[in-house]
């Protein structure tokens, strides 16, 4: 069978592989604790579905204009001037479904062959994938050791006659790390300097605890949205839990939400009319779904962060934002592909091995699930790997004996 050397090389996402083993193990009737969730476990918004469904029960479901329906649009513009400060024209946006066709589309909009994207490790799975896709070349830069942050001038060094944009995701999956403002700042002057685009992945921007706020890239340049190089992603999946839903969008300059848009309408040619109902729905609707979401996500990283802090051997640095942490378990094995599959094995838990972020040694845990969940699994976690916890423990109705320490 002929099939092509760049799709062949592009490696299957993880995180959708472990929540498939996961679901598997489930089905066989096995206790399976999953932290590996990439999703909030809420129902969709009241308003989203009755939006929605209004859209079904008319019945005329057709193609709506491929750079998104008029009313979402005019959601998002208003969610722009209230999460943003900034007015922006209809022109400026562009509805695709979810977040991660918006950041294919903007690659295959911007990328000639080799040109390079500079993204910070650690990383969400997909930026390197998507990027190769669009025959660019990721370029990772990684942080400083025991830090989620890069140095400002390594970003700098990494900057080369190729290279076309930087990605930043405040607050970061996986490692639930907001970054600094000055830091945020220095990478809009950055890019304003080498006349690169600026992709702010914002698809967790008001998920953020301890009263810290994402401030807006735009907040550090004094150029409108035409003639910016802030290119910023959005959706619905995390703020509102609305993963499957599939919408997303983009704010960048007319030229290049035009670009886009011919490029979306050559592919996909728009985005599902009933689903850009609810994800309006859900933005006009009432917006204590997401501070409730927020805060619930608080709550269970400071559970996960008790539980963490009573396992020596560990280190952790305390998440801001998310529904993620990013542990570093070098102090019991160097490989984290190994290790998630060790303790998927003896103790039943997901995780997701930081090699995947460019963080070998780590393990990403989710809070996305319940408490109950989180301190099951971190006691399941120190029972496999630490000499210290007790030797057995039930798993289910199973008495386990550790045998192997
Ligand atoms: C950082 C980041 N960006 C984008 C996405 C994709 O979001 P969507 O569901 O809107 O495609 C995800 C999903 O996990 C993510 O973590």
């Known amino acids: 069978m002929i099939l092509s050397h760049l799709a062949r090389s592009i490696a299957e996402s993880p995180t959708l592989r472990l929540n498939e083993e996961a679901r598997i193990l489930r089905e066989r009737g096995e206790p399976v604790i999953n932290l590996g969730i990439g999703e909030p476990k809420n129902k969709a918004p009241i308003m989203a579905v009755l939006s929605s469904a209004s859209k079904l029960n008319a019945g005329d479901i057709k193609y709506t204009p491929p750079d998104g329906t008029p009313s979402m649009k005019k959601a998002i513009i208003r969610y722009t001037e209230d999460n943003y400060d900034r007015i922006v024209a209809p022109e400026n946006v562009i509805v695709s479904s979810g977040a991660k066709q918006c950041l294919y589309n903007l690659f295959f909009s911007i990328l000639n062959p080799q040109d390079e994207v500079i993204i910070l490790a650690p990383y969400w799975v997909s930026y390197p994938e998507i990027v190769k896709m669009c025959y660019g070349v990721p370029v990772i830069v990684t942080p400083e050791d025991g830090t989620f942050t890069p140095r400002i001038s390594e970003i700098e060094r990494a900057v080369s006659s190729y290279t076309r944009a930087i990605v930043i995701n405040s607050p970061n999956n996986p490692s639930g790390a907001v970054f600094s403002e000055q830091f945020i700042a220095q990478v809009v002057e950055l890019c304003e300097r080498k006349n690169l685009y600026?992709?702010?992945?914002?698809?967790?921007?008001?998920?953020?605890?301890?009263?810290?706020?994402?401030?807006?890239?735009?907040?550090?340049?004094?150029?409108?949205?035409?003639?910016?190089?802030?290119?910023?992603?959005?959706?619905?999946?995390?703020?509102?839990?609305?993963?499957?839903?599939?919408?997303?969008?983009?704010?960048?300059?007319?030229?290049?939400?035009?670009?886009?848009?011919?490029?979306?309408?050559?592919?996909?040619?728009?985005?599902?009319?009933?689903?850009?109902?609810?994800?309006?729905?859900?933005?006009?609707?009432?917006?204590?779904?997401?501070?409730?979401?927020?805060?619930?996500?608080?709550?269970?990283?400071?559970?996960?962060?008790?539980?963490?802090?009573?396992?020596?051997?560990?280190?952790?640095?305390r998440p801001q934002g998310t529904f993620y942490c990013l542990p570093d378990f070098r102090a019991y094995s160097g490989n984290s592909v190994e290790l998630s599959q060790f303790l998927l094995r003896k103790a039943l838990v997901v995780t997701v091995p930081g090699k995947e972020f460019g963080m070998e040694g780590y393990l990403r845990l989710s809070y996305a699930g319940s408490v109950k969940d989180i301190t099951t699994a971190v006691e399941r976690i120190k029972w496999a790997l630490d000499p210290n916890s007790p030797n057995e423990i039930y798993i289910g109705d199973r008495k386990m004996i550790r045998d192997w320490l």
């Open 198 to 317: 600026l992709v702010m992945d914002d698809i967790y921007h008001r998920l953020v605890f301890d009263g810290l706020k994402a401030v807006p890239a735009y907040h550090f340049s004094n150029l409108d949205v035409d003639n910016s190089n802030i290119v910023v992603i959005n959706g619905i999946s995390k703020l509102y839990g609305m993963t499957g839903f599939r919408i997303g969008w983009v704010i960048g300059s007319r030229r290049l939400v035009e670009v886009m848009t011919n490029v979306q309408a050559q592919t996909t040619s728009c985005t599902s009319v009933v689903l850009q109902a609810a994800a309006e729905g859900a933005l006009l609707g009432l917006q204590s779904i997401v501070e409730n979401l927020r805060l619930s996500f608080e709550n269970n990283r400071n559970v996960m962060m008790q539980e963490l802090h009573s396992f020596s051997g560990i280190h952790i640095i």
